[in-house]
C-alpha cells in the first residue's frame, strides 16, 4: 500500500493564528535547559544539563541508554518535577512561580496549563485505547483547550488526513500498526499548537519498515519551521535534519555540535566510542 | 416424593414473595452503588503519596475482609445505635442499617479490586494525558476511568452476584427481603420444599438477568471499530458454515 502525501502541518487556518511554533519572538532560545538537575533516591541523572534551541532548529540528542535523555525530555515537558535548575519556554522560566520572595513549584492545574504549550511523542506511542485515532487526535481539543466536539473532530480530521491517515481516522489503536500509531500520537500533539515538540526515541519501538514514514512527517515538521528537541538512535536522520547534536552520558551533555562537526570529528572520547559503537 | 407444584407455582406468583424481591433487588443495587463509591475512594487513597492516607486505607481492608459479614451487620443494626446516638433515629430502618452494612463490606473487596484495576493501567496513559496538558481530574475521569472500567467489570460482576446473595443476611434483622418473605410462609405452612425452591428459582432468575447485563456492558467496553467488528463477525459466520 503506498502512503498517501503529507500535507501542510503547520497550518495557521487549522491551528489558529498565530502558529505557536512559527511566532516571532524576541527570545534567543524557543527552549531553554539552565543547570538541570534531576536525582532518584542516591541516583544523580541528570547532573547540570545547559543547552538551547533556537526557533525552527532541530536538536538531536544521542546518548548512551541509561544517560539521562528520557528524564530530560519528561523534565522539559514538565512532567517530572526538577531538583534544580530551569527550564524557559520562550525566554519565561516554567514550572514555577514565586511566592513570598522564593520560587515554588507550580501546583498541578497551572503546571497543566503549561504543559499544553509543549508536544511530546513517546517511544511507546501511549495512544489511548479507548478512543479512536480521530478520538485520540481530538481530546486534547475538547479537554484542554476547551473547543466544541465539532470544531475539535473538524481540526482533526484533517490533521490526520496530512499526516496520511484519512482512511484510519475511526480505527482503534489495536488496528493500527506502529508506524501509524507513532503518526497518530504526532498528530495528537499537533492539534495543540505546541511551540515545541519533544520527540523521545519515536522509532525505536517500531518494526524497520514502519520507521521510514514516522521520520517522513517529522522531516516535514522540521522543513516546516517546528522547533524539535529528537532523542533518537537514527544517526540518519540526524545528519540529515538536526541543526545540531546532542551527546549525553551519565547526565550530562559532554557534546553540542552541528552534525557535520559531531559525526565528522567528535571533539570527546566517549562520543567517538559512542558513534563507533551504533554505526 | 412430598413436592405440591400447585403450591411451588403459587409461592412463585405471591404478591409478597414479588415484594421480598422487590427488597432484594433494591438493596443489592443500593448496597452495591455506595460499596463502589467507598471503595473507589479507599482505592485511591491506597495509592495516595501520602503515607498516613494509605494507611488508613489499608486499615480499612483488613478490618473488612476479616470481620464476616453477618457479624458486621448485627454490630450495625444493634451495637451501632448505642454507640452513636445519631443511629437512634427513626430513620435507622433495617433496610437502612443492612445498606450501611453490605456497603461497607462491599467497599473492601471492590477497593482491592480497583487497586488492581489501576496498577494494570500503563503509566504511559497518565503520562500521555498529562503531556497534553490535561488537569488531574480529567486524566482520571476522560482517561484512567474508561481504562478501568473495563478491567474491573469482570471482577466487580462477581461482587455483585455475591452481593445479591449476602442480601439474604439481612433477614436475620427481619429485612423483609426475599428469603425472611420465604420464612415466614414456610413457618405456617411447613412446605419447605416448596417455598425455598421458588426463592432458589428467583435467586436463579436475578443472576441470570444480571448476566445478561454483564455481557452487553462488557461488549460495549471492546474498543474495536465498526469495520473490524463486521468483518470479523463476518468471519465468524464464515469459520461455523465451515464447520458444518
Ligand atoms: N521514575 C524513575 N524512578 C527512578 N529511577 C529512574 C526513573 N526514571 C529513570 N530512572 C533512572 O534514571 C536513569 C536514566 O534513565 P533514562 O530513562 O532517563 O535514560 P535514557 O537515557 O532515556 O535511557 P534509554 O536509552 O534506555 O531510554 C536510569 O538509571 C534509570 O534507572
Ligand atoms: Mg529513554
Known amino acids: 500500500m503506498s502512503e498517501p502525501p503529507l500535507g501542510h502541518l503547520l497550518d495557521a487556518g487549522l491551528l489558529g493564528e498565530p502558529v505557536a511554533a512559527a511566532r516571532e519572538g524576541t527570545a534567543e532560545y524557543v527552549l531553554e535547559a539552565i ?45 517530572e518535577p526538577i531538583d534544580a535548575g530551569e527550564v524557559r519556554l520562550e525566554g519565561r522560566r516554567i514550572g514555577v512561580r514565586e511566592s513570598g520572595g522564593r520560587l515554588v513549584p507550580l501546583p ?36 484542554v483547550r476547551g473547543r466544541s466536539k465539532a470544531e475539535a473532530r473538524e481540526i482533526a480530521q484533517t490533521m490526520i ?106 571533539q570527546h572520547e566517549r562520543t567517538r566510542k559512542f558513534l563507533e559503537a551504533v554505526h | ?68 459479614a453477618l457479624v458486621w451487620l448485627l454490630f450495625v443494626w444493634d451495637a451501632l445505635p448505642q454507640l452513636v446516638p445519631a443511629f437512634k433515629g427513626d430513620w435507622f430502618s433495617a433496610f437502612a442499617a443492612a445498606t450501611i452494612a453490605l456497603a461497607m463490606n462491599e467497599a473492601a473487596y471492590a477497593a482491592e479490586v480497583f487497586r488492581g484495576g489501576l496498577l494494570s493501567i500503563d503509566e504511559g496513559q497518565r503520562l500521555a494525558a498529562r503531556a497534553l496538558g490535561m488537569p488531574p481530574s480529567k486524566v482520571f475521569t476522560k482517561v484512567v476511568a474508561p481504562q478501568l472500567i473495563r478491567v474491573t467489570i469482570p471482577p466487580l460482576s462477581n461482587d455483585f452476584i455475591t452481593m445479591l446473595k449476602l442480601t439474604s443476611l439481612a433477614s436475620v434483622i427481619s429485612l423483609q427481603e426475599l428469603l425472611a418473605r420465604t420464612q415466614t410462609l414456610v413457618a405456617s405452612t411447613f412446605r419447605f420444599v416448596e417455598y425455598f425452591s421458588a426463592a432458589a428459582i428467583y435467586y436463579l432468575v436475578l443472576v441470570s438477568i444480571f448476566m445478561v447485563i454483564q455481557a452487553q456492558l462488557e461488549r460495549r467496553f471492546v474498543w474495536i471499530s465498526q469495520q473490524t467488528a463486521s468483518t470479523s463477525a463476518l468471519s465468524r459466520v464464515r469459520q461455523l458454515a465451515a464447520l458444518r
Open chain 2, 1 to 68: 416424593m412430598d413436592f405440591k407444584p400447585s403450591v411451588f407455582f403459587e409461592a412463585l406468583t405471591s404478591p409478597a414473595f414479588i415484594d421480598g424481591v422487590r427488597v432484594t433487588i433494591m438493596l443489592t443495587v443500593v448496597a452495591m452503588a455506595f460499596g463502589l463509591a467507598l471503595g473507589l475512594l479507599v482505592a485511591l487513597l491506597r495509592a495516595s503519596p501520602w503515607a498516613p492516607l494509605r494507611a488508613v486505607a489499608w486499615g480499612y481492608i483488613w478490618v473488612f475482609r476479616a470481620i464476616p
Open chain 1, 161 to 266: 488526513a496530512r499526516v496520511g491517515l484519512a482512511e484510519r481516522a475511526s480505527f482503534y489503536l489495536g488496528e493500527l500498526s506502529g508506524g501509524q500509531q507513532q503518526r497518530v500520537a504526532i498528530a495528537r500533539a499537533l492539534v495543540m499548537n505546541p511551540k515545541v515538540m519533544l520527540f523521545d526515541e519515536p522509532t525505536s519501538a517500531l518494526d524497520p519498515e514502519l520507521v521510514g514514514e514516522v521520520l517522513a512527517v517529522m522531516e516535514e515538521l522540521a522543513r516546516e519551521g517546528m522547533t524539535m528537541v529528537v532523542v533518537t538512535h537514527e544517526v540518519g536522520f540526524a545528519k540529515r535534519v538536526a541543526d545540531r547534536v546532542i551527546m549525553m552520558d551519565g547526565g550530562a551533555i559532554i557534546e553540542d555540535a552541528p552534525p557535520a562537526e559531531f559525526f565528522g570529528n567528535p
Open chain 1, 35 to 79: 543547570d538541570l538537575h534531576k536525582r532518584y533516591g542516591h541516583n544523580d541523572v541528570l547532573r547540570g544539563v545547559t543547552f538551547g534551541v533556537h526557533r525552527g532548529d532541530v536538536k538531536a540528542v544521542l546518548g548512551p541508554s541509561g544517560s539521562g535523555k528520557s528524564t530530560m525530555l519528561r523534565c522539559l515537558a514538565l512532567l
Open chain 1, 108 to 143: 498541578e492545574r497551572a503546571l497543566a496549563r503549561e504543559r499544553s504549550e509543549i508536544g511530546m511523542v513517546f517511544q511507546r506511542f501511549n495512544l489511548f485505547p479507548h478512543l479512536t485515532a480521530l478520538g485520540n487526535v481530538m481530546i486534547g481539543l475538547t479537554e
